[in-house]
Each structure stands twice: as C-alpha cells, then as structure tokens.
C-alpha cells in the first residue's frame, strides 16, 4: 500500500505561498510597509526551493523504499508526465501572455520586474524553453522554471541516487551527496560563475537536497517517534533550531560575505527544512493545522500555483497599472493565480498523472481461448 502525507502536500503549497508572496512584493518599493515584510523570515523565496528539492526526494523515494518494482521507462515517462506536460502548458500561456501585455518595463517599477519579459522573442529561445534543456534565459517567459529544470534533471538520475541510499548507511549517502554539493558549486564558482544557474555543475549541487529528502524518508519512523517522544521543551529547542537554520542568511553576520556564500545558506535552509518535515510528521498539533481543507488544497495545486502565479502576476500588473491601485491588483493576482491553479491541477495535472500511468500500466497478454470440449 502507498504511502502519502498530506502534511507534505501542505507544506510545498506553503512554500509556494511564499514564493508568491515574494514575487508580489518585488514588484515595486512603493509601500514601506511591504519592504519591511519581504525581508522577514516568512518570504524568503531561495529557501521555498530547497524545500521543494528535500520534499520531492523524500516523495519520490518512498517506493524504492517501499520495494515496489518498477522499470526505469516507467518510472521516467511517468516523471516526464507529470512535470513536463503541465510545464509545456503554462509556458505558452505565459508566451501569449506576455505578447498580449508586456510594455517593456514600467517606470517606477523595480529592476527586477524591468528586467522580465523583455527579451526579443525568437524561435530559437522559444525552442529552448520546449525543449526543456541545456541553459537558457528563463527570464524571457517565466523566470520560476529554473527550479524545473533541475527538478527534471536530477528525477531522471534519482534511481541511481537511491541506490546510494538504500545499500549505505545514512553518514555514507550524506558524505556522498555532501561531496557532490561541495564539487557542484566549485565547478560553478570555477567555470560558470555570473552564467545562467541552470547549468550542470548547479543541478550536482542540488542532488545533495534529494538525498537528504531520501534519507529522511528512509530513516522517518525513527526520527518521528524520536521527535514525537519528546518532551516539549525538547520539541521547542529543535524547532528553534530549524527555524534558526533555516533563515540563516538573515540574522548570522549578514555583513560576513564569507558566511554567505549561496552554498552554505542553502545547506543551513536544509537543515531547517528536515526539522519542519519531521515536526510536521510527528506533532498531532502540527499535523492537524496542515491538514486544514484550505491548507491541504493549495497543497495540492503548488505545483500549478508555482507555475502561473508569475504569468498572471505581470499580465495584470501590465493591464491594471494606473487603473487602480498596486495593492488592489496584488489581492486580484492572488485570488486570480489560486484560481487559474485550481484549474490547472484539474484540467491538465490530474489528466497528466493519469497518462503516466495509462503509459506504464503492464499489458495483460490475452490468454489464448480453450477449445472447447465436445461432449
């Protein structure tokens, strides 16, 4: 029987939220109010990622843990399925988009929404986004697919990952992921510092996150029971802990650069992040709050929400601008952008999911009819 955790589920559509939330607020400095809360523990956007690359190698870990069978071909077609279809979608719907509203630019607006959706389009860059490889300018359409691309990468290669985990001791899986981390970024800081942060060296580097989520799941009833026969007070310092570690690069020397180097910040979110999945597996109050039927729904449609948010976003930013107030088409983006994922998790996730399968379903050979005995 397969196992889900709809706490999980709920925790990526948290971080989704987050990422939205980011993305809405970067558009422009004109509300103090929202500068002050975008530099706060609760939107940091880098770190919703590396939670998303821990929670889909522990997900994706769970039937190798589990010892069900399954042919590499499958297990790549139905990986390709559900993340490149609903990919492909939402990427022409953010090219239409962007011909249909994009200006250029808006004065007044930050370097960051200036610098999106202004890349002269081509058949060529248009190729390299559906082909879904190599490295190339994901600020042309939707800049959110960086994380995609990896995600993509290193699922392809997870099977061999889990060998790793599954023949080896824990502190053998995470030296060895630990060291492919530590080579990723030197070869990046070495060969393609100030390139594109989807190149190769960077997904070597984020393998380490799907190891560890591998490596929680192998190990999770024991450190559930651990977390769960805690005294409070013991659960409290490890949730200090993780929330410490996981907003490092926020209160620890933030003027020491050699402190932090991207790298570290990324291993310390980490760190954090496994404290948020066993807290949330091993508490009944935790559990309970992220089992709420709102929580739980945006769990479900994360995927798609982070898909579209950034499409929806400045098309209405370019359409409303001048119109009516920025904070206005920030309420209209959010309930647009749950909406269009809401859809999006029905009409294209769901029916993506479901092909997988109906690809990889074993074919019952037709049992050749017995003849029949004549009396």
């Not at 594109?196 to 997904?203: A, C, G, R, V």
Request: hydrophobic fraction near 55%; include cysteine.
């Amino acid at each position: 029987m397969s196992t889900r955790y709809e706490e999980l589920d709920s925790i990526r559509g948290l971080a989704a939220l987050v990422v939205v939330f980011c993305h809405l607020f970067a558009v422009t400095d004109m509300y103090a109010w929202a500068n002050f809360v975008k530099n706060t523990p609760f939107f940091m956007s880098h770190q919703a990622v590396m939670m998303f690359f821990v929670l889909s190698g522990f997900v994706l870990s769970l039937p190798f843990l589990q010892g069900k069978s399954q042919s590499y071909g499958s297990y790549a077609v139905r990986r390709i399925c559900r993340i490149y279809i609903p990919y492909l979608v939402t990427l022409l719907l953010a090219i239409l988009m962007r011909e249909l509203f994009s200006q250029g630019g808006i004065a007044g607006f930050t370097d960051w929404f200036n610098r999106l959706w202004v890349a002269p389009l081509s058949w060529e860059l248009v190729a390299q986004h559906v082909l879904f490889i190599g490295g190339y300018d994901t600020d042309a359409f939707n800049p959110v697919i960086w994380s995609l691309v990896h995600e993509m990468r290193i699922s392809l290669i997870f099977p061999l990952l889990m060998l790793l985990v599954v023949r080896y001791d824990w502190k053998i899986a995470l030296s060895a992921g630990f060291a492919l981390s530590c080579v990723g970024s030197l070869l990046h800081m070495k060969f393609a510092m100030g390139q594109i942060d989807m190149n190769y060296f960077m997904s070597v580097h984020y393998a380490f996150m799907f190891i560890i989520g591998a490596c929680l799941a192998k190990h999770r009833d024991r450190l559930i029971g651990l977390y769960r026969n805690s005294r409070s007070v013991h659960k409290l310092i490890v949730l200090a802990i993780g929330a410490a570690c996981y907003t490092y690069s926020l209160w620890f020397l933030p003027n020491v650069e050699a402190l932090h180097v991207r790298t570290l910040e990324e291993w310390m979110a980490c760190i954090g992040v496994s404290v948020f999945i066993i807290a949330a597996l091993g508490s009944s109050r935790i559990s309970s709050v992220l089992r709420i039927g709102a929580i739980s729904w945006i769990g479900r449609i994360s995927y798609s929400l982070y898909l579209v948010h950034f499409t929806v976003l400045f098309a209405l930013m370019y359409a409303l601008y001048g119109v009516v107030p920025v904070w206005s088409i920030w309420l209209v983006t959010l309930v647009v952008s749950i909406a269009a994922a809401s859809l999006s998790y029905l009409w294209i996730e769901v029916p993506s999911i479901r092909l997988g399968r109906s690809l990889t379903r074993p074919r019952i050979a037709a049992s050749p009819e017995r003849p029949k005995l004549t009396p």
